[in-house]
């Protein structure tokens, strides 16, 4: 339910640019808003009066708001805007999360920070400069061209070592990311005008209608199909910073239209497996990641590879990887159980799958070695291992996926184990 606060109308009102500045933030904040649903807003709010806070509210909810997948931004949105006594303290809280009082009265709701971001995101800019001076300054020209963008920097900056706003600008990033995967062949075939085979089953139906004369030949192709992507990623301590940014990245993969994968699932584990496939549908990631988090109820816990694996391979394998499925598992590989049961749900899920693409964040050491008896007993039954510790390594995955010889660097650590 929404909760809301008192309105308190000042002594001149300017309802109709309050009503335009409103619309300006619901658009920052992710939602179409155009002038005409502004005029009729202000003409709705005539029309219905301005005297209750809850006929004011559904107004302009009717007026800008067309999709379920909005209603939890606009309601942020709309209680920070309209008169909360403590808004801004509570969009400061949110925006510098390096400051203790206000944010620990309550965590930030879903999709609330979305809403602090709108209605702040220009105050900087609104803001004169202290340093700047009347007199005459000179400017000094600096050939930039071989410098590196922040985007370019953002790319391969680890997500660790991201600052608030970076994190912010990385979500950003990510959600913009695409990983697109080739159609793959089936057995079964289609009708086509310029096919490679011969469709005599179609051929002689066409000649039955024309009196047992063959005028024509049919002609027919392999059928097309695009297979399903599975991501196990580990939530767990040592990985729950890398884990949130790349349920970031799969909720836009997820939500993608076009993209060519028949579906996808998400399943996150630590002490135990889950499944968030139906929380990664909702349009809005802060409300899918919430959901996500609280059905997930071992974030920064321990880690058991073994035993969740074996949990996926039991329940869910035969679910979800059918028809050439592409499996990407997300974990550092640390785990303490006996790495004769990890390599043999390693190897059952190697063996379900058409790719197993293992995304390892301890990559980006130059100096990593497969020592870890976690580690070793897994290297042997994936595709590919990569690093997964940056938004560049997450685009370097479509080359992984399209190409079938690519092992990143699994041969080279083999070859440092023996194997």
Sequence with gaps: MVEYLPLELPENPKLTHNIAHFARALR???IAVGPGAVLDAVRAVQAAGF???RDFYWVLHACFISKPEQRRVFSQVFRLYWRDPRFMEHMMAM???AIRGVQEDRPAQAAEKRAAEALLGDADRDMPDPTDSPEEEVQIEIDAALTMSSEERLRSLDFEQMSTAEMAEAKRMLARLKLPVKPIKSRRSMAAHYGRLMDWRATMRRAMRQGGEIRSLA???PRERYPN???ICDISGSMSQYSRMVLHFLHAVANEKG???????GFTFGTRLTNITRHLAQRDVDAALAAAGAEAQDWEGGTRI??????FNRDWSRRVMGQGAVVLLITDGLDRDAPDDLAREMQRLHLSCKRLIWLNPLLRWEGFAPKARGIAAMLPH???FRAGHSIASLEELAMAISTTRDSGEKDRLMRMIGA
Excluded: F, R
Aim: hydrophobic share 45%; proline share 3%.
């Design 28 to 30: 920052k904040a992710g």
């Design 51 to 53: 005297t209750e806070k």
């Design 229 to 231: 992507l599975v991501v």
């Design 382 to 384: 994936v595709d590919a």
């Design 259 to 265: 993209a060519g994968w028949a579906k996808v699932h």
């Design 95 to 97: 925006m510098l999360p």
């Design 306 to 311: 073994g035993a969740c694996l074996h949990d």
């Design 219 to 221: 002609h027919q192709k």
